[in-house]
């Protein structure tokens, strides 16, 4: 039964519309790979901020196919590589990543003018939610 709706957004937005962290799963050559990333959620999606150099991202350019995993929620998606930070079709959504990642984002651990600084999108394509005895799913 595929039940997501509303409820189940507000749930995700209040979970993970800020910076949390969650499990990202990768696969290469039949060897899964699994890490811990900074995200943000809106909208069955969620965004990471890396190295365009990273594992995660070259497995993701070869396979997108990613699950990620979080408090209460597990899900399936598709990877995609948004590119640099700084372009300007990723403008409205940089700045909302900046603002939600705003207390570890200028540290010195990520140099947003460098070129390898990209998006990583995590479309979801499916997913199961736990709160409070009930079960979404997408």
């Known amino acids: 039964m595929k039940n997501w709706g509303e409820q189940a957004e507000e749930i995700m937005r209040a979970?993970?519309?800020?910076?949390?962290?969650?499990a990202l799963a990768t696969e290469e050559d039949g060897v899964p790979f699994v890490r811990f990333v900074n995200a943000?959620?809106?909208?069955?999606?969620?965004?990471?901020?890396?190295w365009g150099l990273s594992a995660k991202v070259r497995q993701i350019e070869k396979n997108p196919l990613a699950a990620v995993a979080g408090d209460w929620f597990t899900g399936h998606g598709r990877g995609e590589n948004l590119g640099f930070i700084g372009r300007e079709?990723?403008?409205?959504?940089?700045?909302?990543?900046?603002e939600v990642f705003s207390e570890w984002i200028c540290n010195g651990h990520t140099d947003l003018k460098?070129?390898?600084?990209?998006?990583?999108?995590?479309?979801?394509?499916?997913?199961?939610?736990?709160?409070?005895?009930?079960?979404?799913?997408l």
Request: proline share 0%; net charge negative; charged share 30%.
């Open 15 to 22: 979970r993970f519309g800020k910076d949390t962290v969650i």
């Open 40 to 50: 943000f959620y809106e909208d069955r999606k969620f965004y990471v901020i890396t």
């Open 89 to 98: 079709e990723n403008r409205q959504i940089a700045d909302k990543l900046k």
């Open 114 to 137: 460098n070129e390898n600084a990209i998006i990583l999108l995590i479309e979801l394509t499916d997913g199961i939610l736990l709160s409070h005895g009930t079960k979404y799913e």
